[in-house]
């Protein structure tokens, strides 16, 4: 005698209940995928974080011995590696491994704070802020380019306004930026990271902040360097000067973009 019901509603029973069985483990798999995500990405933010600060306390500590040296790395939708300046920045006298914590980035009105690691790869701005490659470090002078997702990093920026204080620090001290305008661009407009005499930041994200899917434009933030000075010839690039310690931001921002550029209020 056949194990298998005969009858045809026992045999859609049987059906509907392995698929059940089917999508309560597929349902399990992707709860265990973005388990896995957060906690990676929280577990790595404290151990490099807790490894930043002792490296910035170490500095402190001896500031004549210790000296800076490059360290020897919406995810599934939005992709920001090819966003890059067509004309690369001078590149850091020490290589930078993909992934490797730069420093730290914080916008103290928004509640914003996370690492800054090297590159822009799937992995690396799941964990935290990328630097875009090819754009210039916090102690160039230049435009630094960093990029983060709308929907985990950077999803504050939605609220940034100009007059903002934006502070990346690093193992050579602390730069403050102030917010000049913010402008929804291109994928392919890339102009916005081009490089500059003057030091300034330009923070990059997907754009619409509540687009489902692959979003279809860039929100870009413009900062200058303020409280530091540039040194140097017009030979080569010029290096920002940190604050140490941070001190408060003075002066106005530049004038606004042009009418017609795509400033957003």
Same mark, same amino acid.
């Given at each position: 005698?056949?194990?298998?019901?005969?009858?045809?509603?026992?045999?859609?029973?049987?059906?509907?209940?392995?698929?059940?069985?089917?999508?309560? #483990?597929?349902?399990?798999?992707?709860?265990?995928?973005?388990?896995?995500?957060?906690?990676?990405?929280?577990?790595?933010?404290?151990?490099?974080?807790?490894?930043? !600060?002792? $490296?910035?306390?170490?500095?402190?500590?001896?500031?004549?011995?210790?000296?800076?040296?490059?360290?020897?790395? #919406?995810?599934?939708?939005?992709?920001?590696?090819?966003?890059?300046?067509?004309?690369?920045?001078?590149?850091?006298?020490?290589?930078?491994?993909?992934?490797?914590?730069?420093?730290?980035? !914080?916008?103290?009105?928004?509640?914003?704070?996370?690492?800054?690691?090297?590159?822009?790869?799937?992995?690396?701005?799941?964990?935290?802020?990328?630097?875009?490659?090819?754009?210039?470090?916090?102690?160039?002078? +230049?435009?630094?380019?960093?990029?983060?997702?709308?929907?985990?990093?950077?999803?504050?920026?939605?609220? &940034?306004?100009?007059?903002?204080?934006?502070?990346?620090?690093?193992? !050579?001290?602390?730069?403050?930026?102030?917010?000049?305008?913010?402008?929804?661009?291109?994928?392919?407009?890339?102009?916005?990271?081009?490089?500059?005499?003057?030091?300034?930041?330009?923070?990059? $994200?997907?754009?619409?902040?509540?687009? &489902?899917?692959?979003?279809?434009?860039?929100?870009?933030?413009?900062? %200058?360097?303020?409280? +530091?000075?540039?040194?140097?010839?017009?030979?080569?690039?010029?290096?920002?000067?940190?604050?140490?310690?941070?001190?408060?931001? %003075?002066?106005?921002?530049?004038?606004?973009?042009? #009418?017609?550029?795509?400033?957003?209020?």
């Amino acid at each position: 005698m056949s194990r298998y019901p005969k009858d045809p509603l026992q045999k859609r029973q049987r059906l509907l209940l392995w698929l059940e069985r089917l999508l309560l #483990a597929v349902g399990l798999l992707c709860l265990s995928l973005v388990a896995y995500a957060v906690i990676d990405a929280r577990w790595f933010a404290f151990r490099e974080g807790r490894d930043f !600060d002792r $490296t910035l306390a170490a500095a402190r500590r001896h500031p004549a011995a210790w000296a800076p040296a490059g360290r020897p790395p #919406a995810a599934q939708t939005d992709r920001l590696e090819t966003f890059r300046p067509a004309a690369p920045s001078p590149p850091p006298a020490a290589p930078l491994l993909d992934g490797s914590v730069i420093g730290r980035i !914080d916008i103290p009105r928004l509640g914003l704070s996370d690492l800054v690691l090297e590159g822009t790869g799937a992995r690396t701005l799941r964990r935290g802020v990328g630097h875009i490659p090819e754009t210039a470090l916090p102690r160039q002078a +230049g435009n630094v380019g960093l990029a983060g997702h709308r929907d985990t990093a950077f999803r504050a920026l939605q609220e &940034i306004q100009p007059d903002d204080l934006i502070t990346l620090q690093t193992a !050579d001290g602390v730069y403050p930026y102030m917010v000049d305008w913010t402008r929804i661009v291109a994928p392919e407009d890339v102009e916005v990271l081009e490089s500059s005499s003057a030091s300034q930041l330009t923070l990059v $994200t997907c754009y619409p902040f509540s687009y &489902i899917g692959s979003a279809p434009e860039r929100f870009v933030v413009r900062a %200058h360097l303020v409280g +530091g000075q540039q040194a140097g010839g017009s030979g080569g690039p010029r290096s920002a000067s940190p604050i140490r310690p941070p001190a408060a931001p %003075h002066g106005r921002p530049g004038a606004p973009p042009p #009418a017609g550029t795509g400033a957003v209020n």
